[in-house]
């Protein structure tokens, strides 16, 4: 970081966990509607395509012969994701649509969670780089590159798991059963009961949708904020802070490799089982 004096502890980690947004300033709320964090945007966009293209380049080359290893990994994923589409969602007609997107969903996810196995300040140093040589400041070159530890992205992403609830509540029970069921359930039909059941059903999706999103923002932000307290350790300029850091490091990103690919299926999971839930009736 190119600042006039070697940045203390707090600085490392401040920067480190500011985004670049279209404001130019810092973030002071970790959601904050009124900005875009373009690199959360950038990021997640691209890996998103680098989901489709592998998908689509995978089917395009598909063999009805002996695979190779990487057709024959996704042809291993995609079984493990219809079986488990099958034993949730039990519309034949909506798992051509609901499983190929929760796969989609599954390597999305994953590779935004595997941004974090990075050295942490390997692109953002990068950035740092190509602001400077366009002539800005580059103690201001914020650059976070693991979307799932932004909250705007995970809650955005749920939100879009609640809409396709709610176009499948519509779909399957139609308009004036959906409307029917936000009022008489879980209570009951009597008029009285209205408000309450109504009043029940939006908590419960409000719920859904918060904890769907929070539940990987949280893990990922942890575990990007222990990788970067390693990497203080690191620049500690003492043998055994080098040494405990490509310990430390070493252990977490091994241990972390689980969590990013458990943080992955879970979101893949409760996206199906909230679309499952849409399927049936109180």
């Not at 034993?87 to 929760?102: C, N, Y």
């Not at 769907?212 to 923002?217: E, I, P, Y």
């Amino acid at each position: 970081m190119a600042t006039e004096h070697a940045p203390t502890a707090s600085e490392y980690v401040i920067h480190h966990l500011t985004h670049f947004n279209s404001t130019g300033h810092a973030q002071k709320d970790v959601v904050d509607w009124s900005v875009i964090n373009l690199d959360s945007m950038f990021w997640s966009l691209a890996l998103g395509l680098l989901t489709v293209l592998v998908l689509w380049r995978v089917a395009n080359r598909a063999t009805s012969g002996v695979p190779g290893r990487f057709q024959g990994f996704v042809e291993m994923m995609v079984e493990m994701v219809a079986d488990q589409a099958k034993g949730i969602v039990h519309s034949a007609e909506s798992r051509k649509f609901v499983a190929p997107l929760a796969l989609t969903v599954f390597i999305w996810i994953f590779l935004m969670n595997a941004m974090d196995l990075l050295p942490v300040d390997l692109l953002p140093r990068i950035w740092e780089g190509i602001v400077g040589a366009g002539g800005g400041d580059p103690a201001h070159a914020y650059q976070r590159v693991v979307p799932s530890a932004d909250l705007n992205v995970t809650l955005g992403m749920s939100t879009g798991v609640l809409l396709l609830c709610v176009y499948y509540n519509i779909k399957i029970k139609g308009m004036g059963g959906w409307v029917h069921e936000l009022f008489t359930a879980p209570f009951g039909a009597h008029p009285v009961l209205w408000p309450f059941n109504f009043a029940m059903q939006i908590i419960e999706f409000v719920a859904k949708t918060v904890s769907h999103g929070m539940r990987l923002f949280g893990n990922m932000y942890a575990g990007e904020l222990l990788f970067i307290l390693i990497a203080l350790l690191g620049s500690t300029a003492t043998a055994y802070g080098f040494i405990g850091h490509l310990i430390a490091g070493t252990a977490w990103a091994i241990f972390h490799i689980l969590i990013i690919t458990l943080q992955a299926f879970i979101f893949m999971m409760l996206t199906l089982v909230y679309v499952g839930q849409a399927h049936e009736s109180h």
